[in-house]
């Protein structure tokens, strides 16, 4: 990347929280803010995991953790986020959203930056489907230069960033492929694990609730003869071993709990074909997806109006079917399980993809670019 900003270009990230706290926003905006401090004078607003406030500088990157006064479906209250807005000098704020809080903030503080936001998803249902919620949405939007969505879908099919196509702008999130290369210690893990779970395996790992589908996957694993290997944990785990006991299918499902981060890459290249029978729009990309990819390893996924298809292209990086079809799913793991020379060209191709498309770098690159014509208008 090259540096083609001023010294003095100054830019604000504002998030929910900021790691050690784990989660899919947190990740994405310590990978891009760590990548972008070489370019830009780039500086941290998130709020703390309890009421203390907190500045420190991690690896070059100054960080304000704000008091937390109470969390309401995962999204943090920083009331104090108010008055830093009106104090804060930048040149661009950006914002990682949904934040009901940090967008209301934005609204009643008023900042003088150019404003820049990234989408990652609509916000649940069950959470904040308000009139007034949606009032403070579409006011925080209006206010926006330019909104990023990590892919096209994300933007044709929801029902907020879809009025506002004239600013949006697609810039995927990416993974660090290295992180699923293939080293010695790997490789003897993955031998353990083949010997373990035998020659055909299908993996499966994210968080057990019923957007995800991991019932319906059970289900088509009657007709497919593998194991599956699941991993994480939630609160439809117990619903989905009994499922697995009540079908006959309790010796071919394995549920393995949460994986350490160090192991996660052994159990991608272990695997013939990672799955995500995902039902719902609350999945709206679909990291685990480029993991695999980037493991070499064909992904069968599901038809959804969302990033998921973005991501995995039918035909080329692994087969999409039709979102809560069993039947569908099974007739597509057995596909790639019965077509080693298909798998293998689709796992390469995967991470071809994952590497022209999908890293770091590529994510910090063009959200660059994205800088440099926000502050040439």
Do not use: W
Request: charge should be positive; glycine fraction near 6%.
């Amino acid at each position: 990347m090259r540096q083609e900003f001023s010294s003095g270009t100054r830019v604000l990230h504002v998030g929910k929280f900021y790691p050690p706290v784990r989660g899919g926003m947190e990740k994405h905006l310590y990978h891009l803010v760590k990548r972008l401090k070489n370019h830009v004078d780039v500086r941290v607003l998130v709020s703390n995991t309890n009421a203390s406030r907190v500045e420190e500088t991690l690896e070059g990157v100054p960080i304000v953790r704000l008091p937390l006064v109470a969390t309401i479906a995962g999204m943090p209250v920083s009331p104090g986020l108010v008055s830093e807005l009106r104090r804060v000098r930048a040149d661009i704020i950006h914002f990682h959203v949904p934040n009901p809080a940090g967008e209301l903030a934005c609204l009643v503080s008023r900042p003088r930056a150019k404003l820049v936001s990234m989408y990652q998803h609509d916000v649940r249902e069950r959470i904040l489907l308000t009139r007034a919620y949606r009032v403070v949405e579409r006011a925080f939007f209006r206010r926006q230069a330019r909104i990023i969505a990590a892919a096209p879908e994300n933007i044709e099919y929801s029902p907020v960033l879809r009025d506002f196509k004239d600013r949006a702008r697609v810039i995927p999130l990416g993974i660090d492929p290295d992180d699923f290369r293939g080293t010695p210690e790997r490789d003897g893990r993955v031998k353990e694990l083949r010997t373990r779970f035998g020659p055909r395996m299908v993996f499966f790992v994210g968080r057990h609730v019923r957007s995800k589908g991991v019932d319906c996957l059970i289900r088509a694993m009657k007709d497919v003869n593998a194991q599956l290997v699941i991993g994480s944990h939630g609160p439809a785990t117990e619903d989905l071993q009994r499922l697995a006991r009540e079908i006959g299918l309790e010796s071919r499902v394995t549920f393995v709990g949460d994986i350490p981060d160090e192991e996660l890459a052994s159990y991608y290249q272990a695997a013939d074909v990672f799955c995500l029978p995902s039902v719902s729009r609350l999945e709206a990309f679909g990291i685990v997806q480029l993991e695999a990819m980037a493991s070499g390893v064909p992904v069968v996924s599901t038809r959804l109006t969302t990033g998921v298809v973005y991501v995995n292209r039918d035909g080329e990086t692994g087969l999409l079917v039709p979102p809560n079809d069993a039947g569908a799913l099974a007739a597509a793991l057995k596909r790639l399980l019965g077509d080693e020379p298909l798998r293998r060209k689709l796992g390469q191709q995967a991470r071809e993809r994952v590497l022209r498309e999908f890293t770091h770098d590529v994510c910090a690159r063009r959200t660059l670019e994205l800088y440099r014509e926000v502050l040439a208008e």
